[in-house]
């Protein structure tokens, strides 16, 4: 009894999966044009043509930082009184250029960053 009980449940299992399986998903990758003009996080259109295309876009990472607010020196171990070079910079940590796009066909795509 139990044995037919888990015959229809793989059974099912088996064509349900086929079916999800079989479904085509919208390719999230390929940027629709709108008519609402530039969309954020897309990049900037640099050449469009048939046969290909590129878009050029940044990543800038940066750090603030303050050390106003501690003491001007700390004393160690020992007992000596050191001094500390407080610091306040504006730090660029990261900074990299995208170019994506496609060549000869929408379907071969490329990515290169600097």
């Known amino acids: 009894m139990k044995s037919r009980y888990i015959l229809i449940v793989l059974f099912v299992y088996h064509f349900s999966w086929g079916q999800i399986m ?19 996080g897309t990049g900037f259109k640099i050449a469009d043509g048939k046969y290909g295309s590129m878009t050029l876009s940044f990543y800038v990472l940066g750090r603030y930082l303050n050390q106003m607010g501690i003491d001007d020196s700390y004393t160690n171990h020992n007992g000596d009184v050191i001094a500390i070079d407080r610091r306040q910079d504006m730090q660029f940590q990261k900074a990299n250029l995208y170019f994506r796009g496609w060549v000869a066909d929408p379907k071969i795509r490329y990515t290169v960053f600097v």
Do not use: A, F, L, Y
């Open 22 to 40: 079989n479904t085509t998903m919208p390719d999230s990758t390929i940027v629709k044009e709108s008519d609402e003009g530039h969309r954020g």
